[in-house]
């Protein structure tokens, strides 16, 4: 089974706060990601990392920012969350390496009021 | 550039067998992967096939690859509702980092 965890799981939040999503993993894996997932809809990579200190962007442009001080912790900050940053969060793992299995988290559904 | 595509919806008697289909665009792809996502829930990796292989199965899951046509479907023997839930197709994009390419996800339901 999969260690990667993900908080909150849900999370309802007004426009204009600051939110940071956590995702932590004990798997030991250098890469990270995260991904945004409307409902019913296929999956966009907005960040991802290949290691500590290491952050990239994904294909699908994003106003949050990541960071990766910790090779288990890839948390994923709205400075100003708005109604257009309510979707689904999921965040994965994987090992270096060619095969690229990556591992899910559960997923944070965001919604912005 | 990189797609992957899948039919977006199927419906299965329960004890049938559900294939589901998925094509995808980068020829140099190495591994293909099949995920499962159940409602308000993260992706599970069902199974993977290397591009060298033509099939793999694993107990009720059967994975075909048609390289030339870049064509991967899974089977699933013998459905269960517990089998309800949206697969998706990923590819390796061969250009650089561990990036997979997902497709949109068949929702499969099955019903009695």
């Known amino acids: 089974e999969a260690d990667i965890y993900q908080t909150p799981r849900y999370l309802v939040i007004g426009t204009g706060k600051k939110i940071t999503l956590e995702c932590s993993q004990t798997?030991?894996?250098?890469?990270m990601y995260w991904y945004q997932q409307d409902p019913g809809m296929e999956l966009h990579l907005i960040h991802y990392?290949?290691?500590?200190?290491?952050?990239e962007k994904g294909d699908l442009s994003s106003e949050s920012t990541v960071s990766r001080i910790r090779t288990e912790h890839f948390p994923l900050t709205l400075e100003s969350a708005r109604p257009s940053h309510t979707s689904q969060y999921l965040c994965?793992?994987?090992?270096?390496?060619?095969?690229?299995?990556?591992?899910f988290g559960p997923g944070t559904r965001l919604t912005v009021l | 550039g990189e797609d992957v595509e899948q039919s977006l919806f199927l419906s299965v008697r329960e004890g049938d067998s559900s294939v589901i289909n998925c094509t995808y665009t980068?020829?140099?792809?190495?591994?293909l992967y099949w995920y499962k996502q159940e409602p308000g829930a993260g992706l599970q990796l069902l199974t993977y096939?290397?591009?060298?292989?033509d099939m793999k199965q694993d107990q009720r899951l059967t994975v075909l690859l048609n390289k030339k046509d870049k064509h991967l479907s899974l089977r699933i023997a013998d459905t269960q509702t517990g089998d309800s839930a949206i697969y998706f197709c990923?590819?390796?994009?061969?250009?650089?980092?561990?990036?997979?390419?997902f497709g949109a996800g068949t929702r499969l339901a099955v019903h009695p």
């Open positions: 994965a793992s994987s090992e270096s390496g060619g095969k690229n299995e990556q591992f």
């Open positions: 798997m030991g894996h250098d890469k």
């Open positions: 990392s290949y290691g500590v200190n290491s952050t």
């Open positions: 980068d020829s140099s792809s190495t591994y």
């Open positions: 096939i290397f591009s060298n292989m």
């Open positions: 990923a590819e390796t994009f061969s250009g650089g980092y561990n990036k997979l390419i």
